[in-house]
């Protein structure tokens, strides 16, 4: 059982707000990752980190920001949120360690973010 | 070159019955290929996975058939049940090396809805 967890579980804000979205996993993985995922399911990698201190962006292009200070946490900051935020956003973690080279990715619950 | 193609959106099974969901992808430096299955308010959770130098793998009712030369791979679910009703996304991953991450491309997802 992978222990990653998210809060806040769902959050509606108005527009214009800062938000920071919690993602934490006690297992001591190096990797972590954020997805944002459509209404129409599909997933799309906005972050990653490698280890302290290394972060990148994904594929898909975010307004959001990350950081990674501890190896066991790693916040997604929107500074400004706008109704085009309005999204499922996953947080998953992984070990280069396992025997697929960190590809064995441990998802959180998510947090459904609703901006109005 | 980074795509992976999934197959059908949606599929509806009778209890007992075989559900099957197919993916197709174009990169050929991929040589990591899992599944993950994902209930309603729940994160992705890692369900089965396959490398290029096996053609199927097996975990209770769940099988990986790998083609290949065809550059196609697909989950059988055996004996389906209710409990079995989920959204199922294919991945695919190409080994970075360093620390470089191996990032996950996934399919766009397949609703699987297994009537009793």
């Known amino acids: 059982e992978a222990d990653i967890y998210q809060t806040p579980r769902y959050l509606v804000i108005g527009t214009g707000k800062k938000i920071t979205l919690e993602c934490s996993q006690t297992?001591?993985?190096?990797?972590m990752y954020w997805y944002q995922q459509d209404p129409g399911m599909e997933l799309h990698l906005i972050h990653y980190?490698?280890?302290?201190?290394?972060?990148e962006k994904g594929d898909l292009s975010s307004e959001s920001t990350v950081s990674r200070i501890r190896t066991e946490h790693f916040p997604l900051t929107l500074e400004s949120a706008r109704p085009s935020h309005t999204s499922q956003y996953l947080c998953?973690?992984?070990?280069?360690?396992?025997?697929?080279?960190?590809?064995?990715?441990?998802f959180g619950p998510g947090t459904r973010l609703t901006v109005t | 070159q980074q795509q992976v193609k999934q197959s059908p959106q949606s599929l509806i099974v009778q209890k007992g019955g075989i559900s099957i969901i197919n993916c197709a992808y174009e990169?050929?430096?991929?040589?990591?290929f899992p599944w993950y299955q994902q209930f309603p308010g729940k994160g992705p959770a890692l369900l089965i996975a396959?490398?290029?130098?096996?053609s199927e793998k097996k975990e209770g009712r769940f099988t990986i058939s790998f083609n290949k030369s065809a550059k196609q791979f697909s989950l059988h679910i055996m004996d389906s049940q209710p409990g079995d009703s989920a959204t199922y996304f294919c991945?695919?991953?190409?080994?970075?090396?360093?620390?470089?991450?191996?990032?996950?491309?996934f399919g766009q997802g397949t609703i699987l809805t297994v009537h009793p």
């Open positions: 998953a973690s992984s070990s280069s360690r396992s025997s697929s080279g960190g590809r064995e990715q441990y």
């Open positions: 991945a695919a991953s190409r080994y970075a090396g360093g620390t470089s991450y191996g990032k996950l491309t």
């Open positions: 297992m001591g993985h190096d990797k």
């Open positions: 980190s490698y280890g302290v201190n290394s972060t």
């Open positions: 990169n050929t430096a991929f040589d990591y």
């Open positions: 396959i490398r290029p130098d096996v």
